[in-house]
Structure formats: structure tokens, C-alpha cells
């Protein structure tokens, strides 16, 4: 069951305290420079809005801006530090792709491939989560976490091979080569021993390998 949440608004349509995400998003959705932040009890939701909400810069974020804003995650405790974060980036559909990981802990990009032309988001995003698993792999690494904000490509690694439906073009063969040689990799590796969590982009804001493009 999700453990319910407060939301702490300091500048917004209407600041004060909600109960829910969705009210909370309604009060700082198109508000410039909307400051707000998850609490999980009331009680320390209460006294954030009664205090100064500079103290918690670290975790604010503005979603009419899509501003980049540093954020420590140390400060959110649901999040495991030590793993790898992925995504992927596409400037159409399809269009120049790439993808990327990062460590959490240090924000330090541990791998970075692209752009390849004539691809698609969750392919990247699906190729993100193979590059990390066999990077950790090859370490010898089977504990480290992998966090992704797309739903779609963690269900690919579930059901075992990706389920693209990109079409082959002159151009990105080698993105069907990569395909290619992520599949054969699952099959072999099947099932994953590295935990696969999605990203709480609503609560914690963009996953840290975020290429900044929204």
C-alpha cells in the first residue's frame, strides 16, 4: 500500500498544504517558479510550510519552467544513492536518439551513447537499462540498483526482448544492431538480478540522467 503523503506549496497558485499530488500539481502547474515539496507526515509538513522554504531548496523544482534545479537527494530517503539512474532522449519520432547513465550519489554520467539517427524514446530508454545491467554485470555487480522513469522499458525487461515497432531506415542500422545485441543479452541473463525501480518523477522531480530537453 503507497504511503500516503502531504504536500507542502510555498509559492503557487494557492500555497498551503495538500493532501493529495494532484492537488498539489493543480496549484503549481503553470505558476512560474513554483516552489513545493513531499513531506510523509503531516506534522513536518506543518512546520515546512510555517518555516522558510529556502530550507528545503535542495528537493524544490519548477514544473512550469522545467527550470533545472540541483537537487539533493540525500534528502529523500527513498532514494538509494548508490545506483545507476538511465534515459533516453529523442528529438522526434522517429529522430536523432541517445541515451545515457548516471550515478546517483555523485551525479557522474557513467555511460553515454548517441546521438543515432532514426530512433525513438523508449527504444533509447530500453537500451539505457540493458547498457547498466550488463555494465554491472561485467563488475560482477548483482545488488546496485537501476532507477528509470519510463514504464515502457521496464516492462520490456520484464517480458524478456524489446517490443519496437520502429521501422528499419537507411539510416539507423546500428540502433537495430544494438536491439539486436540487448536482446541477445536479456535472453542470456534472464532474469535480471539487478533490482529495476521506476523513478517517482511527481515526488522527486526529473531522473537524474535527465538530458534537460522538456
Given at each position: 500500500?503507497?504511503?500516503?503523503k502531504?504536500y507542502?506549496v510555498w ?6 498544504i495538500?493532501d ?7 496549484q503549481?502547474t ?6 513545493f ?14 518555516g ?9 523544482r519548477?514544473i512550469?519552467?522545467?527550470?533545472a ?10 532514494i538509494?544513492l548508490?545506483s545507476i ?6 528529438a522526434?519520432?522517429?529522430?536523432p ?5 548516471v550515478?546517483?550519489?555523485?551525479g557522474?554520467?557513467v555511460?553515454h ?11 533509447g530508454?530500453?537500451?539505457a537499462?540493458?547498457?547498466?545491467l550488463a ?22 525487461i ?8 520502429l521501422?528499419p ?6 540502433i ?9 543479452w536479456?535472453?542470456?541473463h534472464?532474469?535480471v ?6 523513478w ?13 530537453r522538456k
Amino acid at each position: 500500500m503507497a504511503r500516503r503523503k502531504f504536500y507542502v506549496v510555498w509559492v503557487g497558485h494557492k500555497p498551503g498544504i495538500y493532501d493529495s499530488w494532484e492537488e498539489c500539481q493543480a496549484q503549481v502547474t503553470n505558476f512560474p517558479g513554483a516552489k513545493f515539496k513531499a513531506f510523509d507526515d503531516q506534522t513536518t509538513a506543518t512546520l515546512a510550510y510555517r518555516g522558510d522554504s529556502s530550507e528545503h531548496l535542495g528537493i524544490l523544482r519548477s514544473i512550469a519552467s522545467h527550470k533545472a534545479v540541483a537537487v539533493n537527494y540525500a534528502a529523500i530517503p527513498e532514494i538509494v544513492l548508490d545506483s545507476i539512474a538511465v534515459d533516453g532522449a529523442c528529438a522526434k519520432n522517429p529522430g536523432p536518439m541517445e541515451y545515457q547513465g548516471v550515478n546517483v550519489r555523485t551525479g557522474e554520467q557513467v555511460f553515454h551513447v548517441g546521438p543515432l539517427e532514426d530512433g525513438t524514446n523508449n527504444v533509447g530508454e530500453y537500451l539505457a537499462l540493458i547498457h547498466a545491467l550488463a555494465l554491472l554485470d561485467k563488475k560482477g555487480d548483482t545488488t546496485t540498483p537501476i532507477y528509470s522513469d519510463s514504464r515502457t522499458a521496464i516492462s520490456w525487461i520484464k517480458k524478456g526482448a524489446h517490443r519496437s515497432t520502429l521501422a528499419p531506415t537507411a539510416k539507423n542500422g546500428k540502433i537495430f544492431e544494438l536491439l539486436a545485441r540487448a536482446d541477445k543479452w536479456l535472453l542470456a541473463h534472464y532474469p535480471v538480478k539487478n533490482p529495476i525501480f521506476k523513478w517517482n518523477t511527481d515526488e522527486w522531480g526529473e531522473i537524474p540522467a535527465d538530458f534537460g530537453r522538456k
